[in-house]
């Protein structure tokens, strides 16, 4: 039994982009450093201002030393799913950027890192595992024990693992797990502006 997916797209797009979704139900199975090292090595491609690549993510793999200290940064309803995730991560941004000699404000440092994410995420559903994105975390004890370098700035925490098998989830976790939606372009797309002009 395949997991169902009522997601339809409106217009003609790419299947991976349906099926990147976001699970609360892992089997607990490791993320070999290898395999992760390939969805950040999509996001190494991301756009970004000047080829900043503003992007700095840290990782704990199961089963390490480093895997309580990510674990205890989430907060106590993500850790009580996330516990049996394959790999943590947490993103941040670097705020600055050098231009020339020069060391200036990074205006889209957000915006790049969020590309990053969605390429690490979208990577991870072609290698057959499912990412998380989380902001339900201490931001301000993982810049602290996770070393943030200055002019950084914490943006999301990620449960990386492979998601369970429909047929074996309970009838709480099938509705919980089933993928949601998304409104229509025609809510957030609109030619000429952003609003409708006045008068």
Same mark, same amino acid.
């Given at each position: #039994? ?7 797209? &409106? ?18 199975? /490791? ?21 900043s ?9 199961? &089963? ?19 516990? &049996?995730?394959?790999a ?7 705020? #600055?950027?050098? @231009?020339? %000699?020069? !060391?200036?404000? $990074?205006?889209?440092?957000? !915006? %790049?890192?969020?590309?990053? $994410? ?11 595992? !499912? ?14 024990? @996770? ?6 700035r ?15 989830? $309970? ?15 025609? &809510?957030?797309?609109? /030619? ?8």
């Amino acid at each position: #039994m395949t997991h169902p997916n009522p997601r339809q797209a &409106d217009h003609e797009i790419d299947p991976l982009f349906l099926n990147r979704r976001s699970p609360r139900a892992y089997t607990g199975e /490791a993320v070999p450093e290898a395999e992760l090292k390939r969805m950040f090595e999509a996001a190494r491609w991301a756009p970004s201002a000047y080829n900043s690549q503003p992007w700095r993510f840290a990782y704990a793999l199961r &089963d390490t030393p480093e895997w309580e200290t990510f674990l205890g940064l989430l907060v106590p309803g993500n850790q009580k799913w996330a516990k &049996d995730a394959g790999a943590l991560v947490i993103l941040a941004s670097n705020g #600055m950027m050098k @231009l020339g %000699d020069e !060391l200036k404000p $990074s205006y889209s440092a957000s !915006l %790049d890192a969020g590309a990053a $994410s969605a390429l690490f995420a979208l990577q991870a559903v072609r290698q057959g595992w !499912l990412a998380h994105g989380m902001t339900g975390f201490d931001m301000a004890r993982a810049a602290i024990e @996770l070393n943030l370098p200055e002019h950084h700035r914490i943006e999301a925490a990620y449960a990386v693992g492979r998601p369970i098998a429909y047929e074996d989830l $309970s009838e709480e976790q099938r509705v919980k797990e089933t993928p949601n939606g998304r409104r229509p372009i025609s &809510d957030f797309v609109q /030619a000429g502006g952003f609003l409708p002009r006045q008068g």
